[in-house]
């Protein structure tokens, strides 16, 4: 025992031969290549003499990897973008959404989000397509936009085939029983009652600022299914829509971390020369309708007071949004919009600060920093084919609500007077920013190459989308705004509305020089 705390008492106090006969790792001798000692007088910035030049990787003039696009016989477009990698997302991508549903019931597109990868000709149950793409390590989603459906997988590259059958069938083959149905009217139930209920009012706001500048048209039209129309909608009625509008000349395969030769082989083994189970017949009512942008105001009076019950509850709150009509993605002017967009920024008066997150926007700077009683400021910009809109959402007390839209207003208005170069390139840098963070993931990737391809029938690439954010001058933001602020407004608002200003005067606001909204008189107070 004496032997033992001996020799944990020498080693505790680095006696022995060991620890005399070695060297100290904190001696200069030992430190050469750290920012002390060997040497003293070369920054960071410059190289290390004696260490071997680096060599860094390059391209020719273009990407190696840029997307690959192939028409079938059909119309079927399929395209992908090579991506190393053991897991590959494919999927389709269909020119369908609310936007087509003005000869049919609303909310066709809602249903066929829920129903999606339910049983089909091939799988007799939801289980059956899961099991099968859990043996290639695989996960499946439904999304629809107002413009757009998209079925995707991500799974293990080597299922590659087994992934694009899987798709077809889902797509053309389902098999829309009238239990799959009863339970999708439940679910789209809950929806919309978790829709009116949730603190969060975006999503809502969201429907409503579209209802209100593009007066029942196009993308207008409600994406969520209306209470009314959920028992209404049956495979009659599914089959109907989607003999128009399911059809391959509206679709596109996208893939990314595939061979392109190998996806086209999977498109034409399942895709070319199948017959749908809703039939072969002609589309004979595609609504080609151009988006019709209107102006107005809607809104929704409601108690706001209890939206969220506990010990700390949330304070009432009057949550308004205005728009103006801004310009389609196919157009010159939507960088120019994104870099407007991102200049106005926002978020919440909550929100921690953080590198990108926007702190120095203009309505952080202007708005949630200098009125501390409002508690939110954010700016959106939504863009179509045929249209566009940018937004302001804010929220405050139902007292102040006047006070509130002035703000906006004049936000709106300053947006085409000066812009301050260094302002400008913040948000230019932080648009390419984000881009690039964004693409660095698969989905966004694959997300990015079948919407782009599916409107337009190729892609710009990254380094295309950043040089020409970075020509964007402050006078092409002074131009767009400029622009903007000729057309009408779109106003919508939820809460307690009793101090809302009439839409006359917001209308009036925008069109002044200094966004002020007219006096109001009361007789009695």
Not at 331 to 358: C, Q, R
Not at 484 to 498: E, H, N, W, Y
């Amino acid at each position: 025992m004496a032997a033992v705390v001996l020799a944990a008492t020498r080693l505790l106090r680095g006696a022995g031969s060991w620890g005399r006969s070695r060297p100290r790792f904190g001696d200069p001798a030992y430190r050469r290549f750290s920012s002390g000692g060997a040497y003293p007088s070369i920054p960071l910035s410059s190289p290390l003499p004696g260490v071997p030049k680096p060599i860094f990787a390059s391209v020719d003039g273009q990407e190696k990897f840029e997307t690959k696009v192939t028409t079938l016989d059909n119309g079927l477009r399929v395209a992908s973008q090579n991506k190393f990698g053991q897991f590959c997302t494919v999927g389709i991508l269909i020119n369908s959404g609310s936007r087509y549903e003005a000869k049919y019931l609303s909310g066709i597109a809602h249903f066929l989000e829920k129903l999606a990868f339910s049983s089909t000709d091939r799988f007799g149950s939801k289980d059956e397509i899961l099991l099968t793409l859990e043996n290639h390590g695989g996960i499946c989603d439904c999304q629809t936009s107002r413009d757009t459906t998209m079925y995707a997988v991500s799974a293990d590259s080597k299922g590659l085939d087994t992934v694009v059958g899987l798709l077809a069938d889902v797509v053309l083959h389902p098999r829309l029983t009238d239990e799959e149905i009863e339970m999708t009217r439940m679910a789209v139930q809950f929806e919309l009652e978790d829709l009116n209920m949730r603190p969060d009012p975006e999503p809502l706001l969201t429907e409503m600022i579209h209802e209100a500048a593009y007066r029942e048209n196009t993308v207008g039209l409600r994406r969520f299914c209306p209470v009314e129309n959920v028992g209404k909608i049956d495979r009659e009625v599914l089959h109907s829509y989607l003999r128009n509008y399911y059809t391959p000349d509206r679709m596109v395969l996208a893939g990314v971390g595939v061979e392109h030769t190998q996806l086209v082989e999977c498109a034409r083994k399942y895709l070319l020369g199948t017959c749908p189970a809703w039939g072969t017949g002609a589309a004979v009512h595609v609504d080609r309708s151009v988006a019709q942008y209107t102006g107005g105001i809607v809104k929704l009076e409601r108690d706001m007071s209890n939206v969220s019950l506990g010990p700390a509850p949330f304070p009432e709150l009057t949550h308004i949004m205005i728009g103006l009509e801004s310009c389609s993605f196919l157009e010159g002017d939507f960088i120019p919009f994104a870099v407007l967009n991102m200049m106005m920024g926002g978020g919440g008066s909550f929100s921690a600060g953080g590198p990108g997150k926007g702190m120095f926007t203009r309505l952080y700077l202007n708005v949630l920093n200098r009125h501390h009683w409002m508690y939110n400021a954010t700016s959106y910009h939504h863009s179509y084919e045929d249209t566009g809109l940018l937004c302001i959402h804010a929220s405050a007390d139902p007292r102040q609500v006047r006070e509130m839209v002035e703000i906006i207003t004049r936000e709106f208005v300053l947006m085409a007077g000066t812009v301050d170069v260094v302002e400008l390139e913040r948000a230019k840098t932080q648009l390419m920013s984000m881009l690039m963070m964004n693409l660095e993931a698969r989905p966004v990737i694959f997300e990015d190459v079948g919407r782009q391809v599916l409107a337009t029938r190729s892609r710009k690439l990254p380094h295309e989308l950043c040089a020409l954010i970075r020509d964007v001058k402050p006078e092409d933001i002074k131009r767009v705004a400029s622009k903007m602020l000729r057309g009408k407004p779109a106003v919508a608002a939820l809460g307690d509305l009793s101090e809302l200003p009439t839409y006359e005067h917001v209308q009036t606001a925008l069109a002044s020089r200094d966004g002020r909204l007219p006096r109001a008189y009361r007789l009695f107070r």
